[in-house]
């Protein structure tokens, strides 16, 4: 299993939809969990930190932490073209090393 | 505050050269780390300052070395370039070595031809 593994999609929803991101990850990966949002041509952006089981929202964005199921998802609502970009998971494989999926393509449809 | 700052932006160089790759971290950050992200995939680890000491380095092979300077700012470079070798190169740098998230450049982005 790779260390932290994402459908690379594309995945297309309509304006104003729910898009749901999701991410597994392996035991070597700790507890802290993010997200990043990547525009074509540019580097990743920080959106979301997660580091407890739960859910934690911000604004339009929900991030939910399943230790049990070693799961990370990410829920944009009310979604906007301007969220379509390549979404990262991300979370420390110890203390030095970032591990990222290789990212779901986000399209919203207007 | 300013955040962290990469140059050059864009970068052309041919199969065997040498590049250096520069990198000013944010103020009041000590650990700098450098990340390569080939087109389609997700940032690779290269390897992380610390100090002016490296302290981790991920699976990339020693023509790719570093420094970091006393001010913090830091170096990548890359030796006996290969075509393998073209894809964005991003710095990030934070207080330290605890869990925070790390918070990325703009990125260089290397051609290797």
């Known amino acids: 299993q790779k260390e932290v593994e994402q459908n690379s999609g594309p995945l297309s929803v309509p304006e104003g939809a729910i898009a749901s991101l999701n991410c597994t990850y392996s035991d070597r990966v700790s507890q802290s969990f993010f997200w990043y949002r990547q525009y074509s041509g540019k580097s990743p952006e920080l959106i979301m930190s997660?580091?407890?089981?739960g859910d934690k929202e911000d604004g339009r964005f929900t991030a939910q932490l399943n230790k049990a199921s070693q799961y990370v998802s990410l829920l944009i609502r009310d979604s906007q073209p301007s969220d379509s970009a390549t979404y990262l998971c991300a979370g420390w494989a110890g203390s030095y090393q970032l591990t990222f999926g290789k990212g779901t393509k986000l399209s919203v449809i207007p | 505050e300013t955040g962290v700052t990469q140059s050059p932006t864009h970068l052309i160089k041919t199969r065997g050269q040498q590049v250096t790759l520069r990198c000013s971290s944010q103020s009041g950050h000590n650990t700098v780390s450098w990340y390569q992200q080939a087109l389609g995939q997700g940032p690779q680890f290269i390897f992380q300052y610390y100090r002016e000491e490296e302290n981790g380095r991920g699976n990339f092979p020693p023509r790719f070395s570093g420094l970091q300077f006393p001010n913090y700012s830091s170096e990548l470079n890359v030796n006996a370039l290969e075509l393998d070798d073209s894809a964005l190169y991003l710095c990030?740098?934070?207080?330290?070595?605890?869990?925070?998230?790390?918070?990325f450049g703009n990125g260089t982005r290397l051609t290797v031809t």
């Open positions: 990030a740098s934070r207080p330290g070595m605890d869990n925070s998230p790390l918070h």
């Open positions: 997660i580091y407890s089981n």
